[in-house]
């Protein structure tokens, strides 16, 4: 098996359990977050739609300097959706590349500075994949919170049985 035929459905199945996530989100609950050091819902749901392109970024460069990044701020949940499908478009469409890609190193830096280096599959797996889980379930306890219900993710939600 090539790593993109790992990887491709591993990203369809992340992006698809969070778009059901995305899709429960209530427009006028946007600005809501549970403390002042949290990120607002409206925040993290960008923030979800923008992992799929830090595949692509990953792929098609050797490193990116941080300085000055910022996510997209999308007002919408339907704009937020639009801009996960896009970015995952792109994303596979990058990750169908030959093994011997996965294996190159990638770097983030900032100012100049190296914050990692390691190769581009670890970088996908430790860095950006995992970034998926962790954020819906932060998402899943704001939403416990606002009593909204919770998805099913890997197993059923106590909200779906």
Do not use: C
Request: charged share 25%; proline share 7%; hydrophobic share 35%.
């Amino acid at each position: 098996m090539e790593i993109h035929e790992f990887l491709i459905p591993q990203l369809q199945q992340e992006v698809a359990l969070t778009e059901k996530f995305l899709k429960r989100i209530p427009e006028d609950k946007m600005e809501w977050q549970p403390h002042e050091k949290s990120m607002t819902i409206k925040q993290i749901a960008n923030h979800l739609a923008e992992i799929p392109a830090w595949i692509t970024g990953t792929m098609e460069a050797e490193s990116l300097d941080v300085k000055g990044y910022s996510s997209p701020s999308f007002d919408s949940v339907n704009d937020i959706i639009q801009e996960l499908k896009q970015n995952t478009i792109s994303a596979e469409t990058s990750l169908r590349k030959p093994d011997s890609e996965f294996r190159r190193s990638w770097k983030m830096t900032k100012e100049g500075e190296t914050l990692f280096e390691m190769p581009k599959f670890n970088v996908l797996q430790a860095m950006v994949m995992n970034q998926f889980p962790h954020h819906r379930a932060q998402l899943g306890v704001y939403f416990r919170l606002l009593d909204i219900p919770v998805p099913a993710t890997y197993g059923p939600s106590a909200d779906e049985q």
